[in-house]
């Protein structure tokens, strides 16, 4: 059973298109988090949801929107998408977010904005 | 701000090699420190951690040693194997339960 999935695992699109990944974890996670890895590795935290209340959102442009249904999904709306977003896009959850509860990390999806 | 740092470029070595990342970090206090692990085309993994100053963290054959005085969580292995192939993280905790990531380290095991 997969802990943590996204869809899709590859998305390419061209500029200006609206596009979404989801995320779903089965492990009965709080807090889910959505980080963003650039072509040369460097990874970093984008947002964090906390029983659906957004706790964490770090400087990034307001075309992405995450949306949390429920505790255990974590979507990521990007509006006008532009060459830079291309990049891997990882969806982690942990049990909460106040303690320290190890992050369990989901495949990954490529994002290719041509 | 807190902030990790690990050394330049890719690492290539030969199997059943000695392997050393260099890691240290900037932070007010004292957080936990993690090493992560990225198998080609897979998400990351937790390889290991530690929670407080001199707290070793192991796993798979790895070892990192949670040094306060030099400020470095440097990850080693006595004998690298082909599956070791991988690209490392090393990060810290902060605040709301956040990583804050160095840059990685890929790691080229070679027969």
């Known amino acids: 059973d997969t802990a943590v999935s996204q869809t899709p695992k590859y998305l390419v699109t061209q500029m200006g298109n609206d596009k979404s990944i989801k995320c779903e974890q089965n492990?009965?996670?709080?807090?889910m988090y959505w980080y963003k890895q650039d072509s040369k590795k460097f990874l970093k935290i984008m947002f964090s949801?906390?029983?659906?209340?957004?706790?964490i959102n770090e400087t990034v442009p307001n075309r992405f929107s995450p949306k949390s249904p429920d505790k255990a999904h974590l979507n990521l709306h990007i509006n006008s998408l532009e060459l830079g977003d291309s990049a891997v896009y990882f969806c982690a959850s942990s049990q909460a977010s106040g303690r320290e509860y190890e992050q369990y990390f989901g495949p990954g999806t490529r994002l290719t904005v041509t | 701000g807190n902030s990790v740092t690990q050394m330049e470029g890719p690492v290539t070595l030969s199997e059943e090699a000695f392997l050393t990342i260099n890691c240290t970090y900037t932070?007010?206090?004292?957080?936990?420190l993690f090493w992560y692990v990225q198998y080609p085309g897979e998400g990351l993994q937790l390889l290991l951690k530690?929670?407080?100053?001199?707290d070793k963290g192991s796993n798979k054959g790895f070892e990192a040693t949670y040094r306060k005085e030099t400020t470095s969580f440097h990850l080693e292995k006595g004998s690298v194997q082909v599956s070791d192939s991988a690209v490392y993280f090393c990060?810290?905790?902060?605040?709301?339960?956040?990583?804050?990531f160095g840059k990685g380290n890929q790691v080229v095991v070679i027969p």
């Open positions: 949801y906390n029983n659906k209340e957004l706790i």
């Open positions: 990060a810290l905790r902060e605040g709301n339960n956040r990583l804050a």
């Open positions: 492990l009965g996670h709080d807090t």
């Open positions: 530690a929670t407080k100053a001199d």
């Open positions: 932070a007010t206090g004292y957080p936990s």
